[in-house]
T-cell receptor
Framework: DVKVTQSSRYLVKRTGEKVFLECVQDMDHENMFWYRQDPGLGLRLIYFSYDVKMKEKGDIPEGYSVSREKKERFSLILESASTNQTSMYLC????????????FGSGTRLTVV | KQEVTQIPAALSVPEGENLVLNCSFTDSAIYNLQWFRQDPGKGLTSLLLIQSSQREQTSGRLNASLDKSSGRSTLYIAASQPGDSATYLCAVRGGSRLTFGEGTQLTVNP
């Protein structure tokens, strides 16, 4: 089975800190995604990547950046954390093409104080 | 823009009941539809993936159907158990996007 691993389950950071959320998948998937999930707003796409060194903005990229230096790793970066970035962050991966579904990680609950 | 609606938002049933969760979507030009389960504070676990050319998929006590032309999918859970208590999300893939519904929060009472 494909495994998507998010390095931290819970994180507490201070306002203004630079925060790195890491995601690693073990099945050689080209496509990787970062979502955030908030009550009443559902899951929203932040950034995605079709392959190494590639990145595309999702629906809510403001305040975030990403890095994809290796195929298996997709990092989400909060350049200067703010309290409105307190959320559950979910990473996902999938094979390219229309026949494949998404595999999600276990999530990182980030609290910015 | 694709919109996905799940009804009901919450459902409470006694153990052993068969139940149906509903998902509707506005744009029928989809590649596939995926049902997920989410436990409180956890990530999403994929339950079933239905391609746009398929009518249904089954896994154990779960059966998902898809009627693309009418923009509807159902998730049928047979003989429900307390361990089935979770939030169930449907997600529709079209183009480069996966669009999620808000979910149905299911509680199965022993």
């Amino acid at each position: 089975d494909v495994k998507v691993t998010q390095s931290s389950r819970y994180l507490v950071k201070r306002t203004g800190e630079k925060v790195f959320l890491e995601c690693v998948q073990d099945m050689d998937h080209e496509n990787m995604f970062w979502y955030r999930q908030d009550p009443g707003l559902g899951l929203r796409l932040i950034y995605f990547s079709y392959d190494v060194k590639m990145k595309e903005k999702g629906d809510i990229p403001e305040g975030y950046s990403v890095s994809r230096e290796k195929k298996e790793r997709f990092s989400l970066i909060l350049e200067s954390a703010s309290t409105n970035q307190t959320s559950m962050y979910l990473c996902a991966s999938r094979r390219p093409g229309t026949n494949y579904g998404y595999t999600f990680g276990s999530g990182t609950r980030l609290t910015v104080v | 823009k694709q919109e996905v609606t799940q009804i009901p938002a919450a459902l409470s049933v006694p153990e052993g009941e068969n139940l149906v969760l509903n998902c509707s979507f506005t744009d029928s030009a989809i590649y596939n539809l995926q049902w997920f389960r989410q436990d409180p504070g956890k990530g999403l676990t994929s339950l079933l993936l239905i391609q746009s050319s398929q009518r249904e998929q089954t896994s154990g006590r779960l059966n998902a159907s898809l009627d693309k032309s009418s923009g509807r999918s159902t998730l049928y859970i047979a003989a429900s158990q307390p361990g089935d208590s979770a939030t169930y999300l449907c997600a529709v893939r079209g183009g480069s996007r996966l669009t999620f519904g808000e979910g149905t929060q299911l509680t199965v009472n022993p």
